[in-house]
């Protein structure tokens, strides 16, 4: 009798420490809701639009992947066409996609942003932009020789080559994406990649130039998701979704608690601002194994940006957004509205800078964020309250709490927008 009060007595206790905990169904039941929501999106096979669908290609441009070769001969074609212009005494100058703010086209239909067709042009003969012109001259000749040798370089690599030229690698890789531009291909296209940053961890088998990684057994930290797309194929699963976090420390949580093996998923972040080489991973995972993603961002407006960038793309990358995006993400937590409803204490929350409140405004008058009612919502209530909260704000409950109470709540009442 006296071990029936006590084990009632730690239930209530650990209901009180973890509220919502007495809500949850049984594993079997929530891993049934999942097959059910898995199996909807697996069912559709509807083929994703193009600009060309859209009668938007004479007016906005994209980049594709192009075969080294392909690289190497229209840098030669474009190094022959300066070459014609200096003999025929016009100097020389290069014609540039513009990248600016104004040149960004968000089409609905695609639910990405794409790049307009507007360029401008980059005169040797003007002194406010002789060392631009120099600098993506270097980079041509640099990627040309990389396309002699087959070889990979990392953007660092990139930056050294002429450090005084370049002086920061801010203006590198800016220069990198214009020749990409230029020359109408995608950036993993001219071999430079950029150095390991995301990982990925749980039910996923795949090869990695010839090596089978199976990501169960790869320890607490995971497989680093390889810089070059290229090495990546025969990917193979048995999980009901793919979950996408913002923050390492969330994802350490739920590697070390094995999440995945409780609820079959693969669990995917790049540690902060999506990186290219996670972005055409997440991409790949998607149409390759056709499964929802929902995705685990901080309560804050920057926690929707790095969503925003994953589903919709970035201004700065919006000439290659058909490669990098990934459709349907679906906004899983932490949501503005989910500080009250899982009675986040007041210390755990955290007060709205000025700028948070602004950037919050901005993402208001995006036309993505406005198609999404639900993501509006969200952030009125996020902007009205001025506050904000991160992933970590879950463990005033208990450590544990993400894994054992939050996620599988969402997950069994479906509660993603």
Known sequence: MADKKRRRADSDSDSASQPFKNLLKSDAQILQILKSVTSSSSSSTSKPLTLADLALSATCREVSDLSLSSVQSTIESLVLQLTHQILSGQGFSFTVPSRSSSNQLYVPELDRIVLKDKSTVRPFSHISSVRKTTITAKILSLVHQLCL?????????????????????????????????I???????????AAEKGVVVGRLIFSDNGDMIDCTKMGMGGKAIPPNIDRVGDMQSDALFILLVEKDAAYIRLAEDRFYNRFPCIIVTAKGQPDVATRLFL????????????????????????????GCGSKNM????ANLTTPDIKWLGIRPSDLDKYKI??????????????????????DFVKKNPGWVEELNLMVKTKQKAEIQALSSFGFQYLSEVYLPLKLQQQDWL
Not at 154 to 178: E, G
Not at 184 to 191: K, V
């Open 149 to 181: 040798k087959n070889i990979h370089v990392t953007k660092r690599d990139l930056f050294y080559t002429d450090v005084k030229l370049f002086q920061d690698q801010v203006q590198s890789d800016a220069v990198l994406d214009d020749v990409s531009c």
């Open 183 to 193: 020359l109408g291909c995608t950036r993993s296209s001219l071999n430079v990649i």
């Open 283 to 310: 991409k790949k995972m998607k149409m390759e194994l056709k499964l929802p993603v929902l995705a685990l961002v901080d309560s804050d407006p920057y926690g929707l940006k790095i969503l925003s960038v994953y």
């Open 318 to 321: 919006s000439y290659d957004s």
């Open 345 to 366: 204490p007041e210390q755990c929350r955290l007060p709205m800078t000025e700028q948070d409140i602004k950037t919050g405004k901005d993402l208001l008058e995006e």
